[in-house]
């Protein structure tokens, strides 16, 4: 007991038991709770728009990740770890674009193949997994079918716009996975 202006007694830590038995780590308000909770939340709908292209996967795991190191005051994730993993957001991001284009260019699309492959993937997210697989070969089938009515050649150039599709994908999802990776590493450090 601290004698008070009065000479009554007061408490010297007017905290409960439970809040000075918390490490100084445990004791957060609820607006960085919440923050925490957004964090997570953009990582994992970026997860999920690394397979669906309507959402910018890759940038909003990214921006998931930069608000945990802010609201940590980049204790766990340094600025330099941000610069690598905007690195790989970049590189997550070029290679959405540059893959079906370049399997589309390998097989000599034309512009209306490519516009296909694109409606076809807008398609294919309202149809499901096999709409996201399919619609875009469709799309990109159809397109070159009416720019050069070759039903063989749309064929090809849809399947080759297909595959550099699903291997563009497939890189995206990788490089964002290690950017989880990086990220949950980093905070059990």
Known sequence: MV?????????????????????????VDSVTVMLWFVAAALIVIGVAGTVLPALPGPILVF???????????????????????????????????????????????????????????????????????FMPLAGAAIGEFVAQRDAWRAGKVGIATWIGLLLGTAVKVALVFAMVGIFVFALAV
């Open 63 to 133: 921006g998931g990740i930069a608000l945990a190191a802010w609201i940590d005051d980049f204790a766990r994730i340094p600025a330099w770890l941000l610069l690598v993993l905007a690195g790989l957001t970049a590189m997550a991001w070029a290679v959405d674009y540059l893959a079906a284009a370049a399997g589309a260019k390998r097989a000599g699309a034309s512009r209306l193949a490519i516009i296909g492959a694109a409606l076809g993937t807008l398609a294919g997210i309202f149809s499901g997994l096999w709409g996201l697989l």
């Open 3 to 27: 004698p008070g202006a009065s000479g009554a007694g007061v408490p010297a830590d007017s905290r409960s038991k439970r809040e000075r038995a918390l490490p100084p780590w445990c004791k």
